[in-house]
């Protein structure tokens, strides 16, 4: 399965944004979706996931209540709106296809099957 990101960019700080990742290759449903974000220096970071069919999501700490993980699964694309966004929001942001039953089983990297190129999410004062 392939992951393209898009939507990154440079944002004020308090704003929202919105990441798509279009996920091509292979039947959108077989996967969990998610996304993780590494900012510079630090380790990668579980940021959002949402279930293969039944849509439960499950966020990071750092993200609780201020991001919102959704999905077409006619245009076969995961989105990550965040908003209230901070100066440590700041990251590149992976958009993520596992096989995992449950988003809550997503949250450590290394467990992760497919993983996008990431796209720069750069928030400003």
């Known amino acids: 399965v392939q992951l393209e990101e898009s939507g990154g960019g440079l944002v004020q700080a308090g704003a929202s944004l919105r990441l798509s990742c279009a996920v091509t290759?292979?039947?959108?449903?077989?996967?969990?979706l998610g996304w993780f974000r590494q900012a510079p220096g630090k380790e990668r970071e579980f940021v959002a996931a949402?279930?293969?069919?039944?849509?439960?999501?499950h966020y990071g700490d750092a993200v609780q209540g201020r991001c919102t993980i959704s999905k077409d699964s006619a245009k076969k694309t995961v989105f990550l709106e965040m908003d209230h966004l901070k100066l440590d929001d700041t990251a590149v942001y992976y958009c993520?296809?596992?096989?995992?039953?449950?988003?809550?089983?997503?949250?450590?990297?290394?467990?992760?099957?497919?993983w996008g190129q990431g796209t720069q999410v750069t928030v400003s004062s």
């Open positions: 290759g292979d039947t959108f449903t077989n996967y969990a």
């Open positions: 993520v296809a596992d096989r995992s039953l449950a988003p809550a089983l997503m949250t450590n990297p290394d467990q992760i099957d497919y």
């Open positions: 949402i279930s293969r069919s039944t849509g439960n999501t």
